[in-house]
């Protein structure tokens, strides 16, 4: 295959697949509540791994030579938690909003992840007149599919292949809107909302079709969507949903869960992400079709931390006769004795009841040495193995 004149060939690893598949059986036996003997943690060198944020986005090159170091870097320095992965460039939650039609906007912080330029809809019956997109040829779905063709290509088959984002189709929305009328929208035209909602859902249906196409089968995928985390396959999904963060249950049951739901039940179970607040709590876990849990921030969802051990708890086992987890994250910036300290209120907040999982973001840019991540693993071992001690496994 031709790559415009880019030095980009296959790439090898000294990875153990025997040690890999054990790795992710823990995952498994962890996501099942079936006991382990410690709980898996996730440490990403994120977001570029060396490179910048508009670099990895805008060149080719630069997004590979970050992928690549990104596994080597992990390789060399994680602990036993760590399942190889590459992904293609995540932009923000936003390839659908382009794909009909926005322009992306970067700052000139280039390690900023882009927003949207110009509310694409600025009257409300521009809804009613939005084209199916055609993920071959428009917005950056193309690029995004080329270089999961290239990973795929080029890394060994124990590296998983990460997805695109996954966004609610309500998110997309508002990404696409004019957020005051947006807003207004919701009430005064709700018809036109749903509309939309539906355009995006195909949308979004289209684009993951086109991934698992490239990709060629589920078993190499880490799961549907742009994220880090090797999933389990009985729950790859991740929809991006930090939109219901603003709305009150009733809104969040009307205008967008009916289309998140759609995403799960086409691909698979999963896992809705909200970093925080968490009005619709109450509504997170289900069976129909089945949501295992929630990922979130640690700093945005904090607050919330007694209700979701209540309804990914109790309620859940009483209701659904099986308790839901979380992934909890720490974003980039958060130095490392605060994540300690956060996976310590982790496992104080939810233990014995429900299993949280931590992800925690390193920026490899010079301020933490590979001394100061091999303590931090051993750190967060320790603190693993006595949350995993403390926890209610199901026989």
């Not at 059986?25 to 440490?43: K, L, Q």
């Not at 939650?93 to 900023?112: I, T």
């Not at 809804?127 to 917005?139: A, K, V």
Request: with cysteine; aromatic share 10%.
């Amino acid at each position: 295959m031709s790559y415009e004149h880019i030095e980009i060939e296959p790439q090898t690893f000294d990875i153990d697949a025997a040690e890999v598949e054990r790795r992710r059986e823990r995952v498994r036996r962890a996501w099942r509540y079936e006991a382990v003997d410690h709980i898996p943690v996730t440490i990403d060198f994120s977001p570029a791994c060396g490179e910048t944020v508009y670099g990895t986005h805008n060149d080719i090159a630069a997004w590979f030579a970050s992928a690549v170091r990104r596994i080597r870097w992990s390789l060399r320095l994680l602990d036993d938690d760590y399942i190889p992965l590459a992904e293609p460039p995540w932009l923000g939650f936003h390839p659908v909003a382009s794909m009909l039609g926005a322009r992306l906007w970067w700052s000139d912080d280039p390690n900023e992840m882009p927003g949207i330029k110009d509310p694409l809809v600025k009257d409300v019956r521009q809804l009613y007149d939005l084209p199916d997109p055609d993920r071959r040829s428009d917005g950056v779905g193309p690029e995004l599919l080329r270089r999961l063709a290239l990973a795929k290509e080029c890394f060994p088959v124990e590296v998983a292949l990460g997805g695109v984002d996954m966004t609610s189709p309500l998110g997309d929305v508002l990404d696409i809107m004019d957020q005051t009328l947006f807003f207004m929208s919701l009430k005064r035209d709700p018809d036109a909302i749903l509309h939309a909602c539906g355009v995006v859902t195909r949308a979004q249906t289209a684009l993951q079709d086109a991934a698992l196409a490239v990709v060629g089968e589920r078993e190499r995928l880490a799961g549907f969507t742009n994220w880090p985390t090797w999933r389990p396959e009985f729950a790859p999904v991740l929809v991006a949903d930090d939109i219901a963060g603003l709305f009150s249950p009733a809104v969040f049951e009307r205008f967008d869960q009916p289309f998140t739901n759609q995403l799960f039940e086409r691909y698979g179970g999963g896992l809705l992400h909200i970093c925080g607040p968490n009005p619709s709590a109450g509504l997170y876990m289900h069976d129909a079709p089945r949501i295992h849990g929630h990922n979130c921030s640690f700093r945005y969802s904090r607050g919330d931390f007694a209700r979701l051990r209540e309804e990914l708890g109790l309620k859940a086992q009483e209701r659904l006769g099986r308790r839901g987890h979380l992934e909890i994250m720490f974003e980039r910036g958060v130095p490392l004795a605060a994540m300690v300290e956060g996976f310590r209120e982790m496992a104080a907040a939810f233990a014995p009841d429900v299993l949280a999982l931590p992800y925690c973001q390193i920026v490899p840019d010079g301020s933490v040495g590979d001394d100061d991540i091999r303590a931090f693993c051993a750190v967060m071992r320790e603190i693993a193995q006595e949350y995993a001690a403390a926890m209610r496994w199901d026989a």
